[in-house]
Nanobody, 120 residues
Framework: QVQLVESGGGLVQPGGSLRLSCAAS????????MGWYRQGSGKERVLVAT???????NYADSVKGRFTISRDNAKNTVYLQMNSLKPEDTDVYVC??????????????WGQGTQVTVSS
């Protein structure tokens, strides 16, 4: 079983910053990619940013130039530095990890989500 522990969310004013973190633990052999998604109001979660174990990144257009995703492979941890926050960024941010288990099967896991609220 894999567990994801998220932290760093909270309430900030417009223009402020937050740093989210997500640490994965459990029966993980290797991690292919980690990322952050918005819970949104629709049926499916919406991509914010992803990063592969090799360092390749992908961002939603709405956060380019403001958010930065990074990872510490040794700690199985992914970070999201969120700068110049806007009220439109308000949402629940959910961590995702795509990994290979000890039994050599591929799995995807989701965190419980952390609330980000941007309000003046």
């Amino acid at each position: 079983q894999v567990q994801l522990v998220e932290s760093g969310g909270g309430l900030v004013q417009p223009g402020g910053s937050l740093r989210l973190s997500c640490a994965a633990s459990g029966s993980i052999f290797s991690i292919n990619a980690m990322g952050w998604y918005r819970q949104g109001s629709g049926k499916e979660r919406v991509l914010v940013a992803t990063i592969t174990s090799g360092g390749s990144t992908n961002y939603a257009d709405s956060v380019k130039g403001r958010f930065t995703i990074s990872r510490d492979n040794a700690k199985n941890t992914v970070y999201l530095q969120m700068n110049s926050l806007k009220p439109e960024d308000t949402d629940v941010y959910v961590c995702n990890v795509y990994f290979r288990t000890i039994s050599r099967t591929y799995q995807s896991a989701w965190g419980q989500g952390t609330q980000v609220t941007v309000s003046s």
